[in-house]
């Protein structure tokens, strides 16, 4: 079955560790982003990439970093610079051959700051 | 400024009612505009797309648009306990790359 599958569902995180949030998809989709979800709030672009080897920052990225490699793969870095990563986040994918094909979601990462 | 707007609720309706969601957007060169429903702890699952002004009805769910007014809405008609979520409004940019905004979302309480 084509989706998207994103590890850990739950992560914890020591101060000043960096952890990287696991995103793979089999939709043949370009277009792949991360998203922040904070408790009663709507979803904050982190990253966006259209296509392999290229990325774009959204309006939260600093403190984050992203690498796509490959079509299907699109890893999140929470680095230690990210001084409040406790929160949901949210991988999503896209295909932007058409005007506006919508995304789909993986299940969800919960980080958690011990 | 805010790219998507929505009214964060709770927006309470009766069950059998409608529920009537807004969401208003500032890039006037969006051309593809999407609902999504999230429940509590879950991920966010699509429930409408919209491209064109005028409506586009799904069974219960209504999508209505207005690229003059910047102005997005979707009906839910018969409202049901289980259409209680959050549901948000998304909004993908004009320039090229793809870019895909979010509102706040607006949370739904459906009361029997």
């Known amino acids: 079955d084509g989706g998207i599958t994103q590890s850990p569902k739950y992560l914890f995180r020591k101060e000043g560790q960096n952890v990287t949030l696991s995103c793979e998809q089999n939709?043949?989709?370009?277009?792949m982003y991360w998203y922040r979800q904070d408790p009663g709030q709507g979803l904050r672009l982190i990253y966006y990439?259209?296509?392999?080897?290229?990325?774009q920052k959204g309006d939260i990225a600093e403190g984050y970093s992203v690498s796509r490699e490959k079509k299907e793969s699109f890893p999140l870095t929470v680095t230690s610079a990210q001084k409040n990563p406790t929160a949901f986040y949210l991988c999503?994918?896209?295909?932007?051959?058409?005007?506006?094909?919508?995304?789909?979601f993986g299940q969800g990462t919960r980080l958690t700051v011990v | 400024q805010k790219e998507v707007e929505q009214n964060s609720g709770p927006l309470s309706v009766p069950e059998g009612a409608i529920a009537s969601l807004n969401c208003t957007y500032s890039?006037?060169?969006?051309?593809?505009f999407f609902w999504y429903r999230q429940y509590s702890g879950k991920s966010p699952e699509l429930i409408m797309f919209?491209?064109?002004?005028g409506d586009k009805e799904d069974g219960r769910f209504t999508a209505q648009l207005n690229k003059a007014s910047q102005y997005v809405s979707l009906l839910i008609r018969d409202s049901q306990p289980s259409d209680s979520a959050t549901y948000l409004c998304?909004?993908?940019?004009?320039?090229?790359?793809?870019?895909?905004?979010f509102g706040a979302g607006t949370r739904l309480a459906v009361h029997p």
């Open positions: 999503a994918s896209s295909t932007p051959d058409r005007g506006g094909s919508e995304a789909f």
């Open positions: 939709l043949n989709h370009d277009a």
């Open positions: 990439s259209q296509i392999v080897n290229d990325f």
């Open positions: 890039d006037r060169g969006s051309q593809s």
């Open positions: 919209i491209y064109s002004n």
């Open positions: 998304a909004v993908k940019v004009s320039g090229g790359y793809n870019k895909l905004i």
